[in-house]
């Protein structure tokens, strides 16, 4: 195996044994290669089609199929066999349309160990020219968080056939010959689609759930049997709270799923008990003293300990070896989400690790409520800057960075954020500044758009020509590819001096990483005190 694309990978120069970090086998990497591989081909053929009904097919298959490849989704073989011949017999359905396809349009397997054998035959290595490779890596993490937004709206019935037609057509230039400066625009070509996916899935959430709305949120137990949820998808939380509506079975969020309490539609449901437990990657211990069942909706997943493993689910893209899955949904029905119910009802309640509440539902809706008073208060310099530190959490030491910013911000700053980064500093006593929580927190990852919307709306209040002459900063976390996609829609709208860290990402080659740097001043993160006196000083 060869994977770079997470910020854990091995020493930051990618994962190349038999086992990644974040767990992942080498026969499991070879296969997610060999979906994407599959993908290019599938595109190839579709590139020209007209059919609008046929562009929807092949792009919710290219959606759903990316999805499954983003580090901690999906770990299990079982499910990529087939997903992999799902996408070579639609591409073959659409014939060849032209002659001299490349490999990745035409080949064919015959037996699943045909298929395997194939599958470590497409390194990404395959392209030689580290530069090129780290553009086109780029593109194809950009579009994995694409592909995973757009597939979220999806499930609430919004698309939008032009984002299709763009993943089409990327996939497809990504088996062509271009020099450097095609796949520099290529990136942000990229860029735009996210700011458009991450749009029609704001709307998505909030026109069928409606905006969120500023939310205390407890994060201790009650005293009744309970299912943890975990992940991003919010259609599945609202099946699982009308079906265990009535049991006696609580439901609490876990990790990114926690701003669904923020949606007024989740609010009428009295077992909806809190948010349990932190990041990701601390489900090793949490999802032990839960107690009761887990269902992991999206990523992300590690590798799951005996001590709960015959309580874990997985649905949607996730996938893990011998753990119980549970369908999709299937004309027009909801997912089946009794077996869990069940189960439940024969578990302890979750032991506590935790009490008090904290506070969020700062979309840009309810922020720009508070324009007036937010301008207000730069005005009179009661607020000094608003820095951005959106983005992932991880496991690696250094993350301990954002805490410390946090701690170290003057008590003039505002830190806007999103994703699962929050958990390093939402629990901090970092007091309000005239009322306002020096923490706002706008939701999960793909609500980064929500920062966005936010910081235009603060440009026009402010009159001013550009977001990037807003006392704003932006000091960024990134884990995984859904950050990658935030990062290009940052990039596409032109924002300076973002601060990343805590790793400069691996398949960012020095030219590329160089390239960034003169374009858009984007600044490795250093230590607190360094980045805290550049970021208040504008830089």
Not at 319 to 347: M, W
Not at 448 to 466: G, P, T, W
Not at 520 to 528: E, G
């Amino acid at each position: 195996m060869y994977c770079y694309q997470c910020q854990e990978n091995a020493g930051n120069q990618g994962c190349r044994f038999k086992k990644g970090v974040c767990g992942k086998e080498d026969h499991t990497a070879d296969l997610q290669d060999l979906l994407i591989y599959s993908l290019k081909g599938l595109a190839i053929r579709a590139r020209n089609v007209k059919d609008e009904e046929t562009i929807l097919k092949v792009g919710r298959l290219i959606s759903v199929s990316m999805f499954m490849t983003i580090t901690n989704a999906n770990f299990d073989d079982k499910r990529f066999l087939p997903q992999i011949a799902s996408v070579l017999k639609m591409r073959d359905s659409l014939g060849t349309l032209e002659d001299n396809l490349p490999d990745c349009a035409t080949f064919q397997v015959t037996s699943e160990a045909a298929m395997r054998e194939k599958a470590t035959k497409v390194s990404i290595l395959n392209e030689s020219d580290e530069d090129i490779r780290s553009l086109k890596e780029t593109i194809t993490y950009g579009m994995k968080g694409i592909c995973a937004y757009g597939d979220h709206a999806e499930m609430l019935g919004f698309e939008d056939i032009a984002i299709y037609r763009f993943m089409i057509d990327m996939l497809a230039t990504l088996v062509e010959d271009h020099p450097l400066d095609k796949w520099v625009g290529a990136v942000l070509e990229t860029g735009k689609f996210s700011v458009a996916v991450m749009d029609l899935l704001d709307r998505a959430n909030t026109e069928t759930y409606g905006h969120p709305v500023i939310t205390e949120v407890n994060i201790g137990v009650r005293n009744n049997p309970a299912i943890l949820i975990s992940g991003h998808d919010l259609k599945d939380i609202e099946e699982l709270l009308i079906q265990t509506e009535g049991t006696g079975v609580d439901v609490y969020t876990h990790g990114e799923m926690l701003p669904a309490h923020y949606y007024p539609a989740f609010k009428k449901y009295a077992h909806f008990a809190g948010n349990y437990g932190n990041a990701w990657w601390k489900q090793n211990t949490e999802f032990a003293s839960f107690n009761g069942p887990i269902i992991l909706t999206t990523n992300c997943i590690t590798p799951v300990q005996d001590t709960y493993k015959d309580r874990i689910f997985t649905t949607g893209s996730v996938g893990y070896p011998n753990v119980q899955h549970i369908p999709d949904r299937t004309d027009g029905h909801s997912k089946d989400f009794s077996a869990l119910i069940e189960l439940a009802k024969t578990c302890p309640p979750p032991t506590e690790i935790e009490t008090g509440k904290i506070i969020g539902g700062f979309a840009h809706n309810q922020v720009i409520q508070l324009a007036d008073k937010i301008v207000e208060a730069v005005k009179s310099g009661a607020i000094k800057r608003f820095v951005v530190m959106a983005g992932c959490d991880g496991r690696h030491k250094t993350r301990s960075y954002f805490t410390e910013v946090a701690e170290q911000l003057p008590e003039g700053t505002i830190i806007l954020t999103a994703g699962c980064a929050k958990y390093r500093y939402n629990k901090l006593d970092l007091g309000d500044i005239g009322g306002i929580p020096r923490v706002l927190d706008a939701g999960q990852c793909n609500d980064s758009y929500s920062l966005v919307k936010i910081a235009m709306a603060l440009k026009d209040a402010f009159e001013l020509d550009s977001i990037n002459d807003l006392p704003l900063s932006f000091d960024i976390a990134w884990y995984e590819q859904k950050a990658v996609t935030v990062l290009l829609a940052l990039l596409h709208l032109g924002v300076q001096n973002i601060h990343l860290g805590p790793t400069v990402p691996a398949f960012l080659s020095p030219n590329v990483v160089q390239v960034l740097i003169n374009n858009f001043n984007i600044q490795p993160t250093t230590n607190p005190q360094n980045d805290i006196d550049l970021m208040m000083a504008g830089k």
